[in-house]
């Protein structure tokens, strides 16, 4: 009941989206506009080597010749790729070598944001607190990592893409593009022409990452787009756990965010990915403004036995088109993914996963909570299948869907494709809106409407909330009664 | 282009090919590079269609051909349909069934061909309020036909519309039904079985929409390929604004008994209504390894286990037939298809 009270609470002293301010700071732009000079100009700006520029060229012309993809259930305006900025930076000194020189509007920013960019800060808690790194990326580029020496002392490499591209160029080379390819789909594909920054981690063989990883995203800037790169790899034997969580400020114009992750999984390594997403979703009312959230995000479980985790609550974004994957090569390797996605206003959503199961042995499973409200539109789509090779492949799929209210939508499209007489695949869908037996219980025993819609949401999306890392947990469920807030009665 | 002046028009370029998300797992396009001759007219002997035992009489569409069936209000009727393609060639068939209000219709109808051909056959069912129909399909295509069934159903309030899909496959097969499902107690039972073995193929395709409340719909696939033979199941739900306390659910479940084989699924619900209750399951795996040591233990040959429990698997779905006569004529197909 603690919880509860807690969400009412919280609910009760926020805005209906509490990360809708905007920072006014210096910044550097890109003129706007896309070309192959743009191309140029973020690689220059980036300091960046000539095969990365050539990398970037080659993605840039396949992407010309791509046509944007239909057949998500979503619905908005044709996106004029000619109309955003590609880079928007703040106007930084020259590299800032610590975080006194970070501009202290982008620190108040972080701190409005709650976000601990300042290690005692993270260490000032109670004692025993978990402690966790972050990586900050606003607009287009990382403006401070934290704890990078305390996880070199391990091995563990924790930096901006940018920084990789210079400081490990061997490894940037070896793996980037090898989950994502260049010309995967069309956003990968313009993804991989402009990427500004993102996160880089490696995790040496046999080394288990002392505290947990996290990038905040951060998009500020009017009419620029956000194309972040976050490439993961654990080698042998390594584990990690990553957080991802995003906001922007309320704008009418719609933004888009266009980002790509990799994960590399080798033998015996586990890699956990939560995200809070939590970008603006424009306008409940009028459907004004928000992001378009267009996400490639896939796992390559290369080694034996190796396991990849995708936990995520979608809460933001005018549109969200987002399948994190996993390639399931190894022997006996696995993969999960856990799923909450909420619309409400008229947000759409298409999101859901793959799971291609390629190696014997390998498993997987999908937990996928979907609840609308409002007049939006939320759909689970999602693919499984099994290899003639994937002997000894499991799948369990689990897709429910709530409905609060009488203009949403829910919609469940799994593809199954069995290819191999060794496989069992299970599959699991229901729609249904709050029971009202279970409202009237509830509300009988003196809570509100409200409260008690909370309770049974809450209790509705637990089986994912409990797969995410505790600090996560409890910002998730108060995100999840505040996206609520308003869808009924 | 649809498909019917595709086929017309022997314009190959014009078929559904995979990259029509409806025809993923049913690529005609890639298959077929020039589309055959029209199909001559067949004057020679028939052999005998599988459900001459119930019906008196019989309506066969050979090559093409247009039938009408009517049965007017408050009467009882047990129609056969025989679609027949005989030879390689290619044609389109179509039947227009009406059911008046009250009146009752056992339409047993049949897929038939002998060769490569390339036929379609389109069926449009108008039910009236009260109208009860049952409609069992079988299915003896040849392993290189290409055929291709699209069923248009128009329930009325308080109809009642089931069918079973029994499909032993071909080169290419699809069994399409789409049904208007108007609600106002209006119930539906959409089932179907496939046997396939060989490098068979069988699509069944279904789309029920709920334009009504209180509409119920209850749907039970099943499937059992062997070989290289490759089952496909696409099934989806519309529940469409304001179509409250609609009640719809799904299964769609499949036995893989080969490496080779395969087996693609679809079960789609696409809902605009909040008063629902709508689910599927879907599984595909093996013969379950418990229940086949278990009867082998009780002294039951492997064999003979395996044929058991896979009857029994399939059997589900063939006690849902309403019909006494066509359940067992069912029964019979499907124990010889285990069997062959």
Redesign the interface.
Known sequence: MAAVRQTVEHVQALEKYQHGFSTDIEQDFAPKGLNADIVRFISAKKDEPEWMLQWRLEAFERWLAMDEPS?AKVNFPRIDYQDSYYYAAPRAKAGPKSLDEVDPDILETYKKLGIPLREQEVLAGVEGAPRYAVDAVFDSVSVVTTFKKELAQVGVIFCSMSEAIREHPELVKQYLGSVVPVSDNYFACLNAAVFSDGSFVYVPPGVRCPMELSTYFRINAENSGQFERTLIIADKGAYVSYLEGCTAPMRDENQLHAAVVELVVLDDAEIKYSTVQNWYPGDPETGKGGIYNFVTKRADCRGDRSKVSWTQVETGSAITWKYPSCVLRGEGSSGEFYSIAITNGRQQADTGTKMIHLGANTRSRIISKGISAGKSSNTYRGLVSAH?KA?GARNFTQCD?L???????????????????????????????LSEDQLFYVMQRGLSQEEAVQLLVNGFVKDVLQELPMEFAVEAQKLVAISLEGSVG | MNLAAAIRERNAAELPSKRD?DWRWTDLRGLIRTAPEPSQPFTGQLPPGPFDALAEDWRVLINGGEATVDVPARTEAVEALRFVARGAGSHVASATIRVGANARLLLLESYESDGASLALASLTLALEPGAVVERIVLTADHEDAVSVSQAEVTLSPTAGFSQTLVAGGARRQRLETRVLHPGGSAELRLDGIYLLAGKRHSDQTSIVTHAGTDGLTVQLAKGVVRDQARGVFQGRIVVE??ADRTDARMGHH?L???????????????????????????????LDEDALFYARQRGIPEDEARALLTEAFVGEVVDRIGHEGAREIVRAWVAQGLRD
């Open positions: 057949w003639p002997k869907s409905l609060i209210g009488k203009r949403c939508a829910a919609h469940t499209v799994p593809y199954i494709e069995a290819r191999n007489g060794q496989a069992k695949f299970e599959h699991e869908a229901t729609t249904t809106r | 998300e604004e304001g499949a893989i008994l080969s490496d080779r084989a395969e087996v693609d699924a679809k079960p789609e619900l696409e809902i605009y209504a909040d008063d629902v209750a709508c689910a599927h399951g879907n599984t595909v795996g093996a």
